[in-house]
């Protein structure tokens, strides 16, 4: 199975990728997605690069999400909390700022969803967004996830205030 469209391709991390990766994970306003609380070194990334991307031994995978026509990285698409006996993963997408709503984040979810229940045999993904994230929201719910909760002040914002977060589940067909 490929995991491309006429639009995007994902693929495994690669070192080419560090530099961008390096920038994404220790830009502050990041940190409230991916629940970081400290800059993460160059090293750590190079190995993260050069590591192992076996989803069942590291319960996560992380795809870089490319564009077809020029090879260029928009943003990567992770799978995480693993869990082959309940069969269910979490899914988390970041796309560059400068490549923000163009439909690539969509694009990249489809064909995440489409490898999860057909290659891993997952009953369900599952995603936690802050209902202020209005458009991460609607690309869950285009993607036929549905809003299973809220999840009341469940992070900190950047003011130190609490934000509610929707849980979102997808299930297989």
């Keep these: 199975m490929q995991l491309k469209n006429e639009h995007i391709y994902l693929r495994v991390p690669e ?3 560090v530099d961008s990766i390096y920038e994404w994970e220790n830009c502050t306003d990041n940190w409230i997605i991916n629940n970081q609380h400290t800059p993460l070194s160059k090293e750590a990334i190079i190995d993260f690069a050069l590591s192992n991307h076996d989803i069942y031994s590291q319960k996560q995978f992380r795809f870089m999400i ?3 026509n020029d090879k260029r ?3 990567c698409i992770d799978l995480f909390e693993f869990d082959i006996k309940n069969s269910k993963c979490g899914v988390g997408i ?3 700022q400068t490549q923000r709503n163009k439909g690539y984040g969509n694009e990249a979810l489809k064909l995440l969803i489409d490898y999860s229940f057909s290659v891993l045999h997952l009953n369900q993904l599952y995603a936690h967004v802050p209902i202020t994230n209005s458009s991460s929201v609607a690309i869950f719910s285009k993607n036929n996830f549905i809003c299973n909760g809220v999840f009341k002040s469940w992070i900190r914002g950047e003011s130190a205030n609490f934000l509610d977060v929707s849980f979102l589940q997808r ?3």
């Design 15 to 17: 070192l080419s990728d």
């Design 66 to 68: 490319i564009r077809e």
């Design 73 to 75: 990285l928009l943003g």
């Design 94 to 96: 970041f796309i560059d």
């Design 171 to 173: 299930f297989k067909d």
